[in-house]
């Protein structure tokens, strides 16, 4: 991947906060920009984006868009997928330096080999990976699409998964599928304290375990519901519980409490006493370098084109098989080719 500006941006504006968030929108308006942001952003970026969602959701929505620019509060890989969807739109990422412990455990070079090695698998990938590893892949699948995109996947077919292992294997327990797995992890998500949170629902017995699926097993196995941040946002809104421990990241309380002002929210704590709960990438992001980010018109997120093109087709399949009008999957599972051969 090329990027042309990696220049981190001054962290100090001297602006006040009620000015931060005028400027803000005022440039939005200037650049005709869309803000998309992730649930793990603080609070104050996601207040000021247009929408908020998961990974999938914001996916389409930089599929979609008729803006000029993207701002995609988020994660360096999530910046990158809106590019490689919409590459004649400005994509702005508040601060390259926002990446991901999963995209990291799986350079390209290794990536490939393991590819070599089992050439007769196709590649179901999680979409936490690099440009680079997309372009390797067959299928990129998010946590809100993945079970039903491999549902989907004949039975006669091997599948490797990568690279978030607990994802894989909880994937592997609800549809009874063999795959091989590669074993990266979230940083965040294999935090959580089994021990405490079991503490935690002997004093609150009204309280629901809420899951990430890149959770440990340890901590799925005690889950009243797993799911993608999407879908636990939605589960809290639903479900008649008036508590949840909540085992992901805690930025997304945010919007748990605003859809359901009368219930309450624990963050599953750490197995530790730091806040490594938290998404030390995501939360690279600030106001600050948002703003600076749309005032300076970068960094910006470039790429080269055929790369582009090799990473758009698993992504494309990935959309096809999930979006409402009926995808023949036979046809698209044609268009790989298997064995992989590099
Ligand atoms: P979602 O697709 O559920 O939003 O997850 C993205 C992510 O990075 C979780 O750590
Ligand atoms: Fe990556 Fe984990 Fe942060 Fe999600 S929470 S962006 S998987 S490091």
Redesign the pocket.
Known sequence: MEQTETIAPPAEVDLLPEELNEEILRLKKELNAVILA???QESEIQDLADFIG???ELSRKAAQTDADVIVFAG?HFMAETAKILSPDKTVLLPDLEAG?S?ADSAPADLFRQYRLDHPDHLSLTY??CTAEVKALSDIIV???SAERILRELPEDIPVLFAPDRNLGRYLQRVTGRDMLLWQGT?L??EQFSERKIFALRSEHPEAKLIA?P?CEEVILDQADFIG???ALLKFTQTDPSPAFIVA??PGIIHQMEKASPGKLFIPAPPDSTCACNE?PYMKLNTREKLYLCMRDRKPEITMDESLRLRALAPLQRMLDLTSNSSTDTRSLLKEIRLPFTG
């Open positions: 992730h649930y793990y998961d990974s999938l994660v991901c999963l979409i936490n998010t946590s809100s979230c965040v998500h990430h890149e993608s941040t999407s992901t990241e998404c």
